[in-house]
């Protein structure tokens, strides 16, 4: 027990004294001061609105993607379920680079898009797919596990009886997996608004237009420490909120069960 109790301790002392550190070099007044100008309230609120989104839509289009790899078993299911697994592991760097020659000027998508007027690099919804393409991934996952893990008996006979896929996964499957779901959805809701390295390099770093929180801490990084450190420790704050709020809902939900 003594060397469960040490290692305990020595990984909680680890990963509670950055948190510790961040705040006691950031007094109150410097945090109010930095956090009200102009470039912070934008990077914050361009954070939220483009995690919110990429949340909303990673459920709408990754749900009917979790149903489709738990029950519909075949070469197609297996390929999605590999493709769904690459990002997690994938260099956001990489996937940076991918975004860009696939929807960039010059991109395979991006050039015709271009000849048409629209451009997507470098904007606002190029922050929001790269937030997809390397955050979708969690919840995908944890949805399709938690459809598998519902006895099967239940959609055999849903089948047999001739009910839509649809119906099922709608009337079904996520109410009695909705807790499974939100967890889900945070984790990519976190990645999503931690998101940096596929962001800078295919939204870039303009601000008032691109610039989220991760990049503009990173932009005041080289040349104002206070700033960096007032932003890092409202995204620490932004995290805990969310994070308490969710498994608040979560608590919730299962003491109606």
């Known amino acids: 027990m003594t060397y469960i109790y040490l290692t305990i301790s020595i990984l909680i002392f680890f990963l ?50 979790a149903y489709y790899i738990a029950f519909k078993k075949g070469k197609i299911s297996t390929f999605t379920e590999y493709l769904v697994d690459i990002p997690a592991i994938l260099p956001p760097a990489v996937a940076g680079i991918a975004l860009l020659m696939a929807f960039g000027r010059e991109g395979i998508i991006g050039k015709f898009l271009s000849s048409i007027g629209i451009q997507i690099s470098f904007t606002v919804i190029a922050v929001i797919l790269a937030q997809i393409f390397i955050s979708s991934t969690y919840y995908i996952k944890a949805a399709y596990s938690s459809f598998m ?60 237009k691109t610039r989220t929180m991760p990049l503009a801490i990173y932009t005041a990084m080289q040349s104002d420490l206070n700033y960096a450190l007032s932003l890092s420790v409202i995204m620490v704050m932004c995290s805990l909120i969310m994070i308490y709020l969710c498994r608040f809902m979560i608590k919730k939900d299962a003491g109606k069960i």
């Open 149 to 208: 893990a519902v006895d099967r008996t239940i959609w055999e006979e849903s089948q047999l009886i001739g009910v839509s896929d649809f119906k099922l996964m709608t009337a079904i499957y996520i109410p009695i997996t909705k807790r499974f779901l939100i967890t889900g959805l945070i984790s990519t809701w976190a990645r999503a608004i931690g998101e940096f390295g596929a962001t800078i390099i295919f939204a870039g770093n303009l601000e008032g």
């Open 16 to 65: 509670l004294i950055p948190f510790i550190s961040l705040i006691i070099r950031t007094p109150l007044n410097i945090i109010v001061t930095e956090i009200t100008s102009c470039p912070a309230i934008n990077a914050l609120l361009l954070s939220i609105i483009s995690s919110s989104v990429t949340v909303v839509i990673t459920f709408l289009f990754g749900t009917p993607l």
